[in-house]
């Protein structure tokens, strides 16, 4: 018979079957190489129409690397999808694959598509409602380009901001964090009543898989170092950096990727008693476990252990689906060798397979596995804009206002006679969205659709008021102008992972020679566009007349001319400690009130209190 005749009538193909009788039944169906193949993600510049077909890929992603798909339409992502999509349906028992990428802060690789703030900036907001609804947007977004799939939350506890990716979690209190994580519920769609806690869920074609990351305590590790050790007993690590993801798994996340950092010097890809014993064992989860992205062959670093026992000790600890991503060959070669020789169980390869196919049922992939156009209009569409500048409005913290209390110096005149905007991080989409934007290190300049500070400023300013711009204002132009007040925005440039640890933490480009030059002369607020807290010296704070930080906020600029112009209130608190010095931070494990904190986490200056 064909293919599809004697393949039609299996109970997997049966969407009103149990989705467990149709995992056990496709699982006995397949070959020790197609399930070897599920448990593969090969990056899409690798992925072959054969590859995918003859191997049984389970799944393929864009990598953040600059693919040029800063470029492509959602159209044209939804197309190059589905095609890889096709030559999975071809393969002998037409498993559907799962295409991911790290949409973290909307579906940022896509050219056009809404850029939410960055987590610390959502962190400040403590506003779970908000994630949801974000996670909602960016699973359309999503979806509309045609992935089912999401590295994301980051739901890491920051406990130190020289990490590189400290802008990536809700913040270092794990209370905030938790309550953040109901952007799962945004994304994958909201359980029913009643889901079982640990089972993924994926509502339905307008929802994606979303995967909690990175397993466990990676925001944890010593002096803030990238992929470095937490040093924790058990009973901290699982209350600081793993209640988080029970808050996850409640929701039915459906992935959970484990850490490149290590716990008490052993490497989270191989560990067994937290991928396994506690994550899979003690707390249910029923999802896969992903490796991140090249892990396995770090794993042979520095020591140079071999790829194959790499390999071994990662599949053995629980990880079900490996992140190769480029060779993928030598990769199925080298598990396809270990399970024939015993050293991994072929136990071990169902339960990882097992897991892989119950997160393709639950996401509907196998009834509707290609794309749904009729969403690509709601790529970067004004009810996701509104969305984010929202999100900008409530992230916004107020850190000065005034330099006395009698006399405040927001909100601005929107009649102001005239207004110098000034600095680096002014009139630039890629400083405001910061890393995972475009590409894998962001980058400067008009790279997407969005409103910048200084396009949102001339929106809202009355039609008398003149709008003057320097990046960095000259002295002629600061002193002979007569100018009502300045807007100076300085800050981080943008940055991901290791290439962001940094132990100094000043305001980079000079921005503080550019504050200085301008507040010495003129009434002045200052935006600070960063990722974490920077270091803000005391002679530099007292010339400034009003200081807000508004963390990395995307696409939509407006949000912060809401705020200062009056139009809404302040809403943002800290979501981290503003240390006074960066030494300080080796001492923060002591407790914010051993460091001495210039600001304390909480804090937040309101409009309201001083009307
Ligand atoms: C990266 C990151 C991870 C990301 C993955 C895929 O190295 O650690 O957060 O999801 O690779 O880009």
Redesign the pocket.
Known sequence: MSKVEDLKNCVFKNPNEPIEARVKDLLSRMTLQEKLGQMTQIERVVATPSAIKDLCIGSI?T??GKGGFDKLSPSDWAVMVDEFQKSALESRLGIPLIY???A?HGNNFVFGATIFPHNIGLGATRDADLARRIGAATALEVRASGIHYT??P?VAVCKDPRWG?SY?SYGEDTEIVRKMTSIVSGLQGQPPQGHPGGYPYVAGRNNVIA?A??FVGDGGTQKGVNEGNTALSYEDLERTHMAPYLDCLSQGVSVV?AS?SSWNGKKLHTHHFLLTEILKGKLGFKGFVSS????LDRLAQPHGSNYRSCISSAINAGIDMV?VPYRYKLFLEELIFLVESGEIPIARIDDAVERILRVKFTAGLFEFPLSDRSLQNLVGCKAHRDLACEAVRKSLVLLKNGKDPTKLFLPLNKNARRILVAGTHADNIGYQCGGWTAS?QGSSGSITVGTTILDAVKKTVGVETEVLYQQYPSKDTIEHNEISFAIVAVGEGPYA?SKGDNSELVIPFNGADIISSVADEIPTLVILISGRPLVLEPWLLEKIDALLVAWLPGTEGQGITDVIFGDHEFKGQLPVNWFKRVKQLDTVALGVDACDPLFPPGFGMRYEENL
């Open positions: 992603l990598s953040g991911g990428i790290d973290v590295f994301a980051c990716r990536e995967c990351k990175h990727m490149y991140d992205w090249k892990a992140m894998w992972e």
